[in-house]
Nanobody
Framework: QVQLVESGGGLVQPGGSLRLSCAAS????????MGWYRQAPGKQRELVAQ???????DYADSVKGRFTISRDNGKNTVYLQMNSLKPEDTAVYYC????????WGQGTQVTVSA
């Protein structure tokens, strides 16, 4: 059974930084991509950033230049460095693992507020 364990969320002031981590464990077949989605209250879940096993990175327009995704393929871990955080970044952030199936983490709350 595949499990995704996220960490690193919390409360931060506007302009601050946070780093999210997500470690995948279990019997994992060929990984296509790992990434992060977020869901704010009353809104749909949206892609924040994704990195394929081949190294291709995609970002939501709203986070380009502020967020950086990275992976440690040997550890099946994905990171999201978030800089220059804004109140509109407030959401529950979910780790995503794409193999032949899709897996989700339990979510970690990120709150950006003064």
């Amino acid at each position: 059974q595949v499990q995704l364990v996220e960490s690193g969320g919390g409360l931060v002031q506007p302009g601050g930084s946070l780093r999210l981590s997500c470690a995948a464990s279990g019997v994992i077949s060929s990984i296509n991509a790992m990434g992060w989605y977020r869901q704010a209250p009353g809104k749909q879940r949206e892609l924040v950033a994704q990195q394929t096993t081949g190294g291709k990175k995609d970002y939501a327009d709203s986070v380009k230049g502020r967020f950086t995704i990275s992976r440690d393929n040997g550890k099946n871990t994905v990171y999201l460095q978030m800089n220059s955080l804004k109140p509109e970044d407030t959401a529950v952030y979910y780790c995503n693992l794409a193999t032949m199936r899709t897996y989700w983490g339990q979510g970690t709350q990120v709150t950006v507020s003064a």
